[in-house]
Each structure stands twice: as structure tokens, then as C-alpha cells.
């Protein structure tokens, strides 16, 4: 079984729209969750931490399930500039101190006017 | 905003040559990362380095991988020789304390 699995898409919507992305993952240890964003061949930008009782940033609203394993985001009101792939990412590591991030494959958004 | 920067941007080497990726991180922080993404795959974790040391490395960073921090403000990541299955962009990360990853803009490696 895959570490953190992700829907690869991609997931074309229009301006405006809401899209929600979902994610898995294996290990049950797993203390901290993200979201990150990558543009084209660029560095991987963390978007927003996921808590246990969701948390919310603007457009933004990332959930976590620990029972399930299970991470979403979900984005309202999608802009062009949203375009990109949206990286589920876990700290596979439940020590302080170092983390070890475990990236999912992606899930690809596009944004059409 | 304080950024982790790479140099150089690209670099193409001949298969078994030798290449160094360099990284300046950010200056306070203390937890040093390399991590790598071959095109239309995954992120992957490949070391990370704390107090002047690996804390931890995967399956991918074999022999053949090094780092160091020789002057206390590069971070480097040398591949003695290299494969064509080295090609890939190379990020290095710093975090402070516990959270907030920072990613450098990464080195594309291209062996030929």
C-alpha cells in the first residue's frame, strides 16, 4: 500500500467552482499533515497545516480524520491563479525534532476560465 | 522573506562523473534536508542532517550520496557517480525548530 495515496486527476474546473481533494495514508504514527502546492518544476509550498479539528485559511478548508487516515482540501471559489498540484504530505517521524515528510503523488487542478 | 537558496539551477554531467548540489540555508535554522523528485513522480525523502550529522537517510541515498556543511552556512549534497537514474530535481530544505519546511528552489540534474 502506497504511503500517502492521492487521486493524480486532473481535475479541470472553472473559475469559480468548489473542488475538494482527498487523501490517504498508511501510517497510523503519523503525527503531523499538510498540504503543499507545486507549481511546474518548481519547490513544493506549504499551503496550510491540517489539524484534527480542521482548520480553515480564506478559500481554503483542510480536514484531517485520524480514525480513517483519511486528509482533504477543500477550495472554494477557484481562481485561475489555483492552477496547480496539490500535494498531501505527511511527517512520517513521531519524534520531535527532524521531520520526515512523505509526499503523496499530487492531485492536479486546473482552472479554466 | 529569508529564503533557502540552490546553486546552480541546472546542471548536466556525464554518467559517472561527479557533481555537487549547493545549498545555503537559512541562517537560524538548525535541520538540514535534501530531498528529490525524478519528473511526473513523487517527492522523496533523501537525508536529513542535524549538528553537523546524517539523522537519518533513505534507501535511496547510498553510498554513492555524501553531504556536508563545511563552513557552517553551505549545505551540500555530492554524487560520486552519478547514473542516468540520477536525473531529477534536487531540493534542499531547512527548518528551524520543529515545523515550517522551507524548500530551496531546487537544482535540476540531468546526467547524460
Known amino acids: 500500500r502506497k504511503e500517502v495515496e492521492q487521486d493524480p486527476g486532473p481535475f479541470n474546473v472553472p473559475e469559480g467552482a468548489t473542488v475538494a481533494f482527498n487523501c490517504t495514508y498508511s501510517?497510523?504514527?503519523?503525527?503531523?499533515f499538510f498540504w503543499y502546492r507545486q507549481d511546474c518544476r518548481k519547490e513544493p509550498k506549504l499551503l496550510m497545516s491540517?489539524?484534527?479539528s480542521g482548520n480553515e485559511d480564506g478559500r481554503f478548508t483542510a480536514q484531517l480524520n485520524r480514525a480513517s487516515q483519511y486528509i482533504s482540501l477543500l477550495i472554494r471559489d477557484s481562481k485561475l491563479s489555483d492552477s496547480a498540484t496539490y500535494l498531501c504530505v505527511v511527517n512520517d517521524n513521531p519524534n520531535t525534532g527532524f521531520q520526515k515528510l512523505v509526499f503523496g503523488t499530487g492531485t492536479r487542478l486546473l482552472v479554466s476560465p | 522573506e529569508p529564503e533557502v537558496t540552490q546553486t546552480p539551477s541546472h546542471q548536466v554531467t556525464q554518467m559517472g562523473q561527479e557533481v555537487i548540489l549547493r545549498c545555503v540555508p537559512i541562517s537560524n535554522h538548525l535541520y538540514f534536508y535534501w530531498y528529490r523528485q525524478i519528473l511526473g513522480q513523487k517527492v522523496e525523502f533523501l537525508v536529513s542532517f542535524y549538528n553537523n550529522e546524517i539523522s537519518e537517510k533513505s534507501e535511496i541515498f547510498d553510498d554513492q550520496f555524501s553531504v556536508e556543511r563545511p563552513d557552517g552556512s553551505n549545505f551540500t549534497l555530492k554524487i560520486r557517480s552519478t547514473k542516468l537514474e540520477d536525473s531529477a530535481m534536487y531540493f534542499c530544505?531547512?527548518?528551524?525548530?520543529?515545523?515550517?519546511?522551507?524548500f530551496g528552489s531546487g537544482t535540476r540534474l540531468t546526467v547524460v
Open positions: 491540517v489539524y484534527s
Open positions: 530544505a531547512s527548518v528551524r525548530v520543529v515545523y515550517g519546511y522551507t
Open positions: 501510517n497510523s504514527a503519523s503525527q503531523s
